[in-house]
């Protein structure tokens, strides 16, 4: 299955636009951007609704704390009220005044009292208020209500519900207040127990109050039994309200109760009047439950917002990442050598200052290129000037000049010698079109160079061409000697007074190639010497030197090349420097 | 692999708010309809039903014929019933055999049935809830054998012929005392549960069997017209014995008329019924037979508190 989905994926994977690739920046931001979005999203919702959750818990509070002290406040009074008619009751029966009882009873003729009666003692009936007889078998001094006061005490006491049975064929549910009285009849002094019998109509109104969706209240007894509850008989029944446990162990006041993932919140109140207490009880469902409506509108408010911010991270994304594929394009163009593509800046700052980078780039390849291909035409262009001056007319006339008058002086020898070092010069100056050879081959070239002109300058001067074993297999730039040399013998050696020498010298230093052309000659003038190199020179072996120079420079760099240093009437030496390679 | 999950994570948010929006509480409505509206007892069922519904957000409609026997009333009130197109049908049914087909067609049209209390001749309910009947017959003959015993003459009062309760209890009855006792059944007598014909049925019994010791009503009509023959003929010599309990026989109990009766917890059954239904619509798993228990009760103990509370329903 895993492994199926893998491939499902690898599948789509191949078949989007690199764009869309997981991996793409694209992807990774928009998913990133919407990920953490949401969280944010739904952390603010989470924390603004446990915030309006407490705040309603707390409005509920105050709520229920204000109808439970309401309710108490008017059952307090009422059972104070049904007090002050027993006790009137009571004071009118003092000196045993039935009519006057009577009289009273018609004027607060009440549907919630059920019965009002006196019992002697003995349970024997002393009065009615109302002319339902009694059954005859009821055994009144067996009941709860008769043995909760003493008889005569003027106690009070507060039954719970009861089935009250003292007609026939009633059974009506009441709640019984038993007064203690005393009366004189005469000379005979009685005490007795009078009944007020309560039914539920006005406990159940009281109660009744709305507390809240699904609030209720109820009252219990300070043993928690139960006196009144919107729901009796289903508790009568066997189905237990889990809330009555609770809240007879708790205090008055209010209390969040949590029970099976429930939120409770009950509120107890104490009785002045009797031994009762209110409790109101509502669930607290918070926000979500509150309303149905607000739960629909916030949700689609958390859906929108939601939906709003994988759109908008999606452009935001689009709108960062467009530009660097444009970039990527362009770059692919570039690796195809097509320069002179540029980017036109848009999008976000990064990228406008990334795209100005790459046209920098683009524009300095460019010019490199360019720069490339005008050094090699120059040292093309050089090269062909060297080949000119090789193939000079004026050293190949004056050399077949000098071999003509050695043969017409019949020195034979020195013509073979001759026309054999012209050969080999003119065979190592093509040296098959090659720009290196080895340097065993460079100061051959030299030297039949040097042959030819110390004869043809009746040896005027001496040379002597040493160097390290080490440098003959190396490679150099070819016929870089022979300008120098024909430089120093031109203007060094040529025209001096005593015999001239010329000390060609091959080594390595400092990991590079060097030659070294001393002359005895007259020396440069230190003015002339400080910008040899510099200025174009005008004459033909000048000439020869700046090419040289120029050419190890195009091929080697500016670090590489020429270096003269002379003293007047001393002589020069020309070092020349090239990168050692094999 | 990680961005498989981050992305799943996200669906899941996503889902997770979406379904928050649809767990809004639904309104449920059902059609409780019970072999007679004008009973004490199936006015205990109702009000047991009615809180349920408070509990659980459940639209009741209380429904049946005036008379227990007119069973093809129940048919068409049923039929109706089914038009209405409820969530639900709780259902006494009044006829162990008459009621099967109705039910069929109620839950061919995909609506769940109920039984409380009787049931029908079919399998297609959903869940019955009831005393066990049998157990009620059983333990009426058991406090008889202990408060008379010996080999006393027993009448039985039975009800309508052809429900499934009367047919238990009169089984369970007869089984205990044919079995385990000396006592003797000399005839079992049906009321249709009317309490006239059943003090008519009394008063004939007596004339026809002058030594019987024992009546016992096997439901709350069938004890109350004998006790009222009895109360009469001022015959509270004769042991009678019932099942249920209703108010004015509470206080034929309290005079001594009425001997022993096996309590039923109606309300309970009512309130459960519509739990099940409760349990049922929102695909809760609901056990197929739900018994509430039953209760013995005398003159001695009516008053306590556990049998007042069951016996006088507290309006």
Redo the contacts between chains.
């Keep these: 299955m895993v492994r199926f989905i893998h491939r499902i ?1 690898h599948r789509i994977k191949t078949m989007l636009p690199p764009n869309l690739r ?1 991996n793409s920046l694209l992807v990774v931001m928009s ?1 990133s951007t ?2 953490i979005a ?2 944010a999203v ?1 952390m603010i919702t989470f924390a603004m609704n446990n915030r309006f959750n407490a705040s309603i818990d707390r409005t509920t509070e105050q709520n229920n704390t204000q109808i439970v002290d309401n309710v108490s406040d008017s059952i307090d009074s009422y059972l104070k009220e049904i007090r002050s008619v027993s006790d009137t009751i009571s004071n009118l029966l003092i000196n045993y005044n039935p009519e006057k009882v009577f009289n009273f009873y018609h004027l607060v003729l009440r549907d919630d009292i059920d019965t009002i009666a006196v019992f002697d003692a003995q349970g024997e009936l002393v009065m009615k208020t109302d002319s339902r007889n009694l ?1 005859e ?1 009821v055994d009144i001094k067996r009941q709860n209500w008769f043995r909760s006061v003493a008889p005569g005490s003027r106690m009070y006491m507060f039954t719970g ?3 009250q ?1 003292l007609y ?2 009633e ?1 009506r ?1 009441v709640i019984s207040l038993s007064t203690g009285v005393e009366w004189t009849d005469g000379e005979n002094k009685h005490q007795g127990v009078m009944l007020v019998d309560l039914n539920f109509n006005n406990i159940e109104e009281m109660c009744s109050k709305e507390l809240g969706e699904k609030g209720y209240l109820y009252i219990i007894d300070k043993n928690g039994e139960l006196i009144y509850h919107p ?4 508790i ?4 237990k309200d889990k809330t009555i446990p609770i809240a007879s162990a708790l205090d008055d006041g209010s209390e969040i109760i949590k029970r099976d993932g429930d939120r409770i919140l009950i509120s107890v109140k104490t009785l002045r009047n009797a031994d009762w207490r209110i409790v109101g009880v509502s669930p607290l469902n918070g926000l ?1 439950a509150y309303d ?1 409506e607000l ?2 509108f916030i ?2 408010i ?2 929108s917002v ?1 939906l709003l911010i994988i759109f908008l991270s999606v452009i935001v994304s689009f709108f960062i990442t467009s530009p660097m594929y444009r970039l990527m394009r362009l770059m692919g163009k570039v690796e195809e050598e097509k320069f002179n593509t540029y980017y036109v800046a848009r999008g976000v700052h990064e990228v406008k200052e990334l795209s100005f980078a790459f046209n920098q780039m683009v524009y300095k390849i460019k010019r490199l290129m360019e720069q490339i291909v005008e050094e090699q035409q120059l040292l093309r262009k050089s090269e062909m000037k060297l080949l000119q001056a090789q193939i000079n007319p004026h050293f190949l006339y004056n050399t077949l000049d000098s071999i003509m008058w050695m043969a017409e002086s019949g020195d034979q020898k020195n013509v073979v010698k001759m026309i054999s070092a012209l050969a080999q010069f003119f065979r190592l100056s093509l040296s098959g079109g090659y720009d290196t050879i080895l340097v065993a081959d460079e100061l051959k070239h030299v030297e039949n160079y040097l042959i030819i002109q110390k004869m043809r300058y009746n040896d005027q001067f001496d040379y002597e061409i040493t160097y390290d074993e080490a440098v003959l297999q190396c490679k150099t730039l070819k016929i870089v000697l022979q300008p120098i040399v024909e430089n120093a013998i031109i203007h060094g050696v040529a025209n001096l007074p005593y015999k001239g020498k010329i000390t060609i010298n091959a080594g390595v230093r400092q990991d590079r190639l060097f030659f070294k052309v001393i002359d005895n000659g007259f020396g440069i003038r230190p003015e002339k010497l400080d910008n040899i190199l510099e200025e174009k020179p005008t004459t033909r072996s000048g000439m020869g030197v700046y090419n040289v120079n120029k050419r190890i420079q195009l091929m080697y760099g500016a670090e590489y090349g020429l270096q003269f240093e002379s003293q007047p009437d001393e002589g020069t030496t020309v070092s020349i420097i090239l990168p050692l390679a094999k | 692999m990680r961005r498989v999950i981050c992305f799943g994570l996200l669906v899941l948010l996503i889902v997770v708010s979406l379904s928050s929006c649809t767990a809004i509480k639904k309104t449920y409505s059902v059609d409780l309809i019970v072999k007679t509206t004008n009973s004490e007892f199936w006015a205990s069922v109702y009000d047991g039903a009615k809180a349920a519904g408070a509990e659980y957000n459940i639209d009741l409609r209380f429904l049946g014929p005036s008379k227990e026997e007119d069973h093809h009333v129940q048919v068409s009130i049923i039929k109706q019933s089914i038009q209405q197109n409820p969530d639900a049908i709780i259902l006494a049914a009044s006829d162990y055999h008459l009621i099967a087909e109705p039910v069929e067609i109620a839950v061919e049209s995909k609506i769940p049935v109920i039984l409380v209390d009787s049931g029908v001749n079919s399998d297609k309910w959903t869940s019955f809830v009831s005393t066990d009947n049998y157990k009620a017959g059983e333990v009426l003959a058991q406090e008889i054998e202990k408060r008379v015993g010996g080999s006393a003459e027993i009448v039985v009062i039975s009800f309508v012929k052809n429900s499934l309760p009367s047919l238990e209890r009169t089984a369970g009855f007869s089984d205990y005392i044919n079995d385990k006792t000396e006592m003797k059944i000399v005839e079992i007598v049906y009321c249709d549960s009317d309490i006239d014909k059943a003090e008519q049925l009394t008063v004939e019994i007596l004339q026809k069997y002058p030594e019987v010791q024992v009546i016992a009503g096997l439901n709350a009509q069938s004890a109350t017209g004998a006790a009222r023959a009895l109360e009469k003929l001022e015959r509270s010599d004769i042991f009678l014995a019932g099942i249920d309990c209703t108010v004015e026989e509470a206080d034929y109990m309290e005079q001594g008329i009425l001997d022993v009766a096996v309590l039923q917890n109606p309300y309970l059954m009512g309130y459960f019924s519509v739990e099940t239904a409760y349990n049922v619509l929102t695909g809760k798993r609901v056990e197929r037979n739900i018994h509430t228990e039953v209760y013995v009760i005398d003159k001695e103990n009516m008053f306590s508190e556990e049998y007042l509370r069951l016996i006088f329903p507290f309006y």
């Excluded at chain 1, 729901?231 to 289903?234: L, S, T, V």
């Excluded at chain 1, 009568?236 to 189905?239: D, K, L, P, S």
Aim: aromatic residues 20%.
């Design positions: 994926l997981w998913f919407t990920f949401v969280v739904l059954k078998n519900p009861h089935v049975r026939k064929g059974y549910w729901r009796q008989q289903m009568y029944a066997g189905i979500f149905a739960r629909i949700s689609l958390v859906i939601v």
